[in-house]
């Protein structure tokens, strides 16, 4: 069945740092991909999206690309804020699954200052 | 995107009686979701509950444990029944919207059986 897999946490970064969440899945045909945050205490949001591939999702200032090829939609932000910490959850969609969503297990990030 | 409201937002509950947790959206909706996270783990989808259609569970979770009703496209309850202290969790509900089924979430419940 499909499935969505996270590099684990949790990763500390510097403020100002380069961030990269890897993501890759496992489904047949085309899945949608989503990245959501889980700031502390709250819940979840839908950060970006991506509906096919090569499409780029993009949502302060993180980014996320769709590869086919690689089966990737890994998150990247370019400068890390203290504010970016929080829990990040990689999932897809796909219509062979009526549309439920596949959650991966979730990236914790703390970025200190 | 609908604005989703959650109550109670937490409770510590009596080992052996039920909570009944509300879901309301500022939009009519179609499909509905409920979820169970527990402290620092992914989402577990309990079931997904379509206006006008009996609730669908998911493997390992059973209508008796969670009753749920969708009366109408902006407002949903699920029950937990007869809870344990493995029940404690957070219990999220999301809608889903698009073609795609972007889901956003509600704030969540903090549930905590002693």
């Known amino acids: 069945g499909d499935s969505v897999t996270q590099m684990e946490g949790p990763v500390t970064l510097s403020e100002e740092a380069f961030l990269t969440i890897n993501c890759t899945y496992t489904?047949?045909?085309?899945?949608?991909l989503f990245w959501y945050v889980q700031y502390p205490g709250e819940g979840l949001q839908l950060l970006l999206k991506?509906?096919?591939a090569d499409d780029k999702g993009s949502n302060k200032g993180f980014e996320a690309t769709y590869r086919k090829e690689t089966t990737s939609f890994h998150l990247e932000k370019g400068s890390v804020q203290v504010s970016d910490s929080a829990v990040y959850f990689c999932?897809?969609?796909?219509?062979?699954?009526?549309?439920?969503?596949?959650w991966g297990l979730g990236t914790s990030l703390a970025v200190n200052p | 995107s609908a604005v989703i409201s959650q109550k109670p937002s937490r409770d510590i509950c009596q080992r052996g009686t039920s909570l009944t947790i509300q879901c309301q959206v500022d939009?009519?909706?179609?499909?509905m979701f409920w979820y169970r996270q527990q402290p620092g783990q992914s989402l577990t989808l309990i079931a997904t509950?379509?206006?006008?259609?009996?609730?669908?569970?998911e493997s390992g979770f059973v209508i008796d444990k969670f009753p749920i009703s969708r009366p109408n496209l902006t407002f949903s309850t699920l029950t937990v029944s007869n809870m344990s202290p493995e029940d404690s969790s957070i219990y999220l509900c999301?809608?889903?919207?698009?073609?795609?089924?972007?889901?956003?979430f509600g704030p969540g419940t903090r549930l905590t059986v002693l």
């Open positions: 991506a509906t096919k």
């Open positions: 999301s809608v889903g919207q698009g073609v795609y089924n972007e889901q956003f």
């Open positions: 509950a379509n206006q006008g259609s009996e609730a669908t569970y």
């Open positions: 999932a897809l969609s796909n219509a062979g699954n009526n549309r439920k969503l596949i």
């Open positions: 939009s009519q909706v179609t499909m």
């Open positions: 489904a047949t045909g085309y899945p949608s």
